[in-house]
Every structure is written in C-alpha cells, then in structure tokens.
C-alpha cells in the first residue's frame, strides 16, 4: 500500500515522501480503516515542520490525525463494529495519510449516514477547537464581542457560523478587502482588513474605547500583537497558533502591563482533549468526549460546523497538496484522497448505529490525538 512519512522537519512539500509498506494488520482491540478521505490542515504542516513542543522527535513519521474511512479487518476482542462500516477515523499517531491505517477500535466513531465525506473527515480538530474556544475555554456570554484573526480560514468560518448560532457578536480581521462581503453573509457582524490600519484602533471605533473582552488568534507576529492591544483590562485571548512563525509583543506599551488584569493564553487541542473528563465542560454522568462529538455532530447537522469541500489529490501528488493548502485565498478544505485510484468505494454494510455518532462500547476511551487546529 501507499503512505505519505517524513525522516526530518522541514518544508512539507520538500520532506514528505509516499512510500510503500505492507497492508497492516489490526492487533487486539483496533480495526483497520480504508481512508475515503483525509484533510490536509494547518495543524499537520505544523506538526511536520516540527513546532510542536512536547512532541518527541520519531523518524520515519507518519502523518494525518483524521478522516474518513471503512472499516476493512477487525483485531480481536472488538466488539460493536463491523466490516464495511463508515466511520470517522480519529489516528492519534499520524497516519492516515495512507491507503491503510490501524486505529484502536475506540477511535473509530460510526456516523450517520446523511452526512458527506468531506464533513466527516474533518469531524474533530476544526469543529472541536470551535466549540472547545469559544463556548467551553472563554465561555463567551451570548451578546458579547468575539475578536479573531484569520477569520477566512476554515475554523475562522466556523467560528463565525457558531458565533451566529449562539447570539455572540464577531469582529473578523481578513487581509483582503474581497473577503469581507462573503463572510458577513455567513453571518459576521464587522469585518476589519489588517492592511487599512492597526486592528485595535479598527475594533475600537467599532465597539468603542474599552475594546473587547474576548479574542482568538492562531497568526501571533503584529497581528497578535494587535489584537491584544483591543482588549479590555479585564480581557482573555486564546492564542492557538502562530502562522507567522512569529512572537506577540505584550509589554512595549506600558499601559498594557501596569494596568488591568488581561489574559494571554494558549489553545492546543491535544491539551484540552485529555482532560475534558476532568474540565468540568461535560455533565459527568458519560464520557466527556462522546458528548463532544454528539454536539459536533448536531452542529454539522445545522449547518453550522460544516466544512466547505476544496481540492482533492491522490498521495502521489502529496506535495501539490500541501502547497495548495497554503494557498491565500483558497476555496475549502483541501483533501487527501488515497484510494481514489482504485475505483469506485464500497458501499458501507448496513450500519445498525448509523443513527448516533459515539465510540465503540465496552472499548477504553482514555487515547486521544494530540494534533492542534489552526484553521
């Protein structure tokens, strides 16, 4: 079979390779899927290029923390599945940018048949960070000002529709006057653009001198900077990225740091998913994370946490790919189709929990990915 590693940090598009490997064979309590589908997303480009901390260092390295997949051959001792089910394939490894990929039985998630391949493949690290930042993390009351960054992005869209959903008003700082239109029909209620001034003096002629309470950015460098700067003295940030490659500057203006109590703080999915049980976020009567995935799945099912389908390549054009995913401007979630070549997808069998999304019963639920979402 064919999949994409890597053997050093570096540029996606000059260090991951696709090679060939055995079909692998699911041990005691995993299943092997057949990816349909897997995205390509900031957090993976992230995680090649090495700047993940806490992530030890482990050449050859696989890559793709989610997708969509058939179950293909059950390891013993998994009870709840079936071969040919559709599920959402949660790879805490890496790894499901491949034809084949073994997962513990727990991470295989059946779902509901009305809902696309390309919504599916995308069913945690975008939609859980939406949900996790914004009404768990920061807990942003209905009415207030929600400030992100990056707001064209992906999870910046999502965040825009959730925002909707739940009465929060949203200022989204793009770089391009053209993009500002598109996201006030998906619902923003301001738009700024970074290139027509400094987004703090922006956000405050909107929302007056106080600035706002509440602000997301996954870009860090100046445009960190300046979405700090419009916060209010008693104001939290989530910082859960840094595009740029770049710091936030905090203390160059006195009036920052020698007055009020506001809040910097980071966002990393792989953090906040092994502690839900424990976060409070969850009622404590079930799993934290099957209620996480229920409520992604009701979000999809309104049309509010949906992903918008981009281009999608075979493995052999991994590094098209990769760079097309950092396109300016693109359209969509750009996708890793690694079976496409082989024809036509099997038709799932009859799928029994077709009707609800959650794990697999009887099955430890403890192992969570450790990816991040920047968008």
């Excluded at 900031?42 to 995680?47: K, Q």
């Excluded at 690290?125 to 768990?136: C, D, G």
Aim: proline share 7%; charged share 20%.
């Amino acid at each position: 079979m064919k999949a994409i590693s890597f053997d050093q940090y570096g540029e996606p598009a000059d260090v991951l390779t696709v090679t060939e490997r055995p079909v692998p064979q699911p041990g005691a309590g995993e299943v092997r899927v057949k990816i349909l589908l897997s995205p390509v997303n900031p957090s993976d480009l992230l995680y090649i290029r090495g700047h993940y901390s806490g992530v030890a260092p482990r050449f050859p390295s696989e890559v793709g923390f989610e997708g969509v997949a058939l179950i293909d051959a059950l390891g013993p001792d998994v009870d709840g599945l079936a071969i040919g089910q559709r599920v959402f394939a949660q790879n805490y490894d890496g790894g499901n940018w491949a034809q084949y990929a073994v997962v513990p039985a727990d991470r295989a998630y059946p779902v509901p048949d009305d809902i696309p391949d390309e919504h599916i493949a995308s069913l945690m690290i975008n939609p859980a960070s939406a949900i996790l930042m914004v009404r768990h993390v920061l807990a942003v009351p209905r009415g207030e000002w929600l400030l992100q960054s990056a707001a064209g992005g992906e999870l910046g869209r999502m965040i825009i529709r959730l925002a909707k959903h739940d009465g929060i008003r949203t200022i989204n700082v793009v770089r391009r006057r053209e993009a500002a239109q598109e996201l006030k029909d998906l619902g923003a209620d301001a738009v700024v653009v970074s290139a027509e001034g400094p987004i703090h003096e922006q956000v405050r002629e909107i929302v007056g001198p106080e600035g706002v309470n509440y602000a997301i950015d996954p870009v860090a460098g100046r445009t960190g900077t300046e979405i700090f700067r419009s916060l209010t003295e008693d104001g939290r940030m989530l910082v859960y990225g840094s595009l740029t490659g770049e710091g936030i500057s905090v203390g160059d203006d006195p009036r920052l740091t020698l007055s009020g109590r506001r809040i910097l703080e980071v966002y990393w999915l792989g953090y906040w998913l092994p502690r839900l049980q424990q976060s409070g976020f969850f009622a404590p009567d079930r799993p934290a994370i099957p209620q996480l995935i229920d409520e992604i799945v009701e979000l999809i099912g309104a049309g509010v946490l949906n992903t918008a389908p981009g281009k999608k390549f075979g493995l052999d054009d991994i590094r098209a790919a990769v760079i097309e995913s950092e396109i300016v401007g693109r359209s969509g979630k750009v996708a890793l189709e690694p079976n496409a070549a082989t024809g036509t997808r099997e038709k799932s069998q009859s799928n029994p929990s077709a009707a609800t999304l959650g794990p697999a019963p009887h099955l430890n639920t403890a192992k969570i990915s450790r990816s991040d979402s920047c968008g």
